[in-house]
């Protein structure tokens, strides 16, 4: 299955909330990994979802990952291509 098909799918059936917080812990594991190894210029893009920026605790989660891995948030961007798209819609 194509992203084209299992994005739209699984934010249909709200299973892109759970996967998207799944996804941005292994981000930021993937991450404090390259800091250990001595790689700490780099930084990471993670895609967020609709639903995951109209859920009310998205900013604790956020903070949860980060403190998790004792990252500082300037090492994590958001990219949102579906806010966009909705935006310029209307």
């Given amino acids: 299955m194509s992203p084209e098909e299992f994005i739209p799918l699984s934010e249909?059936?709200?299973?892109?909330?759970?996967?998207g917080l799944g996804l941005l812990y292994q981000a930021c594991?993937?991450?404090k990994g390259w800091h250990r190894?001595?790689?700490?210029?780099?930084t990471m893009a993670v895609n967020i979802s609709y639903r995951q920026i109209?859920?009310?605790?998205?900013?604790?989660?956020?903070k949860l990952a980060l403190l998790k891995y004792d990252l500082p948030e300037a090492l994590l961007y958001f990219n949102s291509?579906?806010?966009?798209?909705?935006t310029i819609s209307i």
């Fill in 54 to 62: 109209n859920k009310d605790d998205l900013v604790n989660d956020l």
């Fill in 37 to 42: 190894g001595r790689i700490n210029h780099l």
């Fill in 12 to 19: 249909d059936n709200g299973l892109i909330v759970p996967i």
């Fill in 29 to 31: 594991k993937v991450l």
């Fill in 81 to 86: 291509l579906n806010v966009y798209l909705l």
